[in-house]
Each structure stands twice: as C-alpha cells, then as structure tokens.
C-alpha cells in the first residue's frame, strides 16, 4: 500500500503528540502523588475536604493519558483503517485542520486541569479552605476567561475530530486512487 504523504506527516505529528504526552501523563501521575502527600487528612483539612481539594488534579493523569494519548492514536488508526478497506484519502487540508485544531485544543484542555488541580490543592495547602473562595478565584477570579478558555479549547478539539470524522465517513464510499 502506497501511503500518502500527508497521511505520514499526520501519522508522525500524531504519535509525536502521544509520546510526549504519555511521558507528561506519567509525571503528572508521580506529580499528583507527590503532591498530595503534602495535603494530609488532618483535623485542620477532613477528609471530605480533602477529596474535593485533590479530585481535580487526580483527574489530570487520566484525561492527558485519554485526551493526548488514546484520541490522537485511534485518529491515526482510524485514518489508516481507511486506507486498508479502500477509501479514498483524506484531503491535505482536512488532515492539517485537525491537526491544527485537535492538538492545541488537548493542549489548553489539559493545561487548565492541571492548574485548576494544583490551584485547588496549593490553595486548601496554605490555608484557603472554603472551596467557593478557590472557584471564584480561579483564572484570577475572571469568570469571562475561564468560559473562553474551557470553551474554545474544547470547542477546537471537538471540531478537529468532528473535521476527521466526517472526512473518514466521506471517504469510505469513494474508490481509493493510489499510484
């Protein structure tokens, strides 16, 4: 099978993405291990504030493994899957637009998890526990920011995949013409 060059451009991005971030999953794992240790359950922080202050980062490991692992993989299998059953390929342009809108949105994504995750605990850590004062202070206590950044991050991986989606879902009728 002749594979495309834009096809290996994207395969190579892709499994770039997901390396890095299996090895950024693996520190935020150890990261949030480490982190928590220092936010023991105690009189001062019980242990259902506790929960509440390590749930977000908790969260981290499994959405950077999920959102910057798993996808980008099954996007490029999707892709080749579709070489292998005869569809014709994708257009250079559908490919860099989900590569140019997936991968800076997974980015962000993870990104504000991660700082949501370390504001929560650093916060409950040096004293701040109310919970409402750490959620209103979050993004510097700008709600406008925070609802811009959560949406067009996740808006821009939601429209790459759909980008790949419907591309693949095109595609798989059209005769493959390979030379």
């Known amino acids: ?15 770039r993405f997901a390396l890095v971030m299996l090895l950024f999953g693996m520190l935020v794992g150890i990261s949030f291990q480490e982190s928590t240790q220092k ?21 981290v490991h499994g959405h950077a493994l999920l959102i910057g692992v798993l996808l ?21 342009r559908a490919l860099n637009w989900t590569t140019g809108l997936y991968i800076p949105g ?25 919970l409402a004062e750490l959620n209103r202070s979050f993004l510097f206590g700008s709600h406008a920011l925070r ?14 995949l759909g980008i790949l989606g419907v591309g693949l879902w095109r595609t798989l009728n059209a005769q493959a013409v390979l030379d």
């Not at 099978?1 to 499994?15: K, N, V």
């Not at 936010?39 to 969260?59: Q, T």
């Not at 980008?72 to 250079?92: D, K, Q, Y």
């Open 72 to 92: 980008p993989l099954a996007a490029a299998w999707a892709l080749h899957l579709g070489l292998v059953l005869g569809a014709a390929p994708l257009s250079e």
């Open 39 to 59: 936010l023991p359950i105690s009189a001062a922080v019980p242990a259902g504030l506790h929960l509440e202050a390590v749930l977000s980062l908790a969260l």
């Open 147 to 160: 609802a811009v950044l959560y949406s067009s991050s996740h808006t821009a991986m939601a429209v790459g």
């Open 106 to 130: 997974a980015v962000v994504s993870v990104a504000l998890m991660l700082w949501k995750g370390y504001h929560y605990v650093l916060g409950v850590r040096h004293g701040t526990l109310d």
């Open 1 to 15: 099978m002749i594979l495309p060059e834009p096809y290996r451009r994207f395969y190579r991005t892709h499994l």
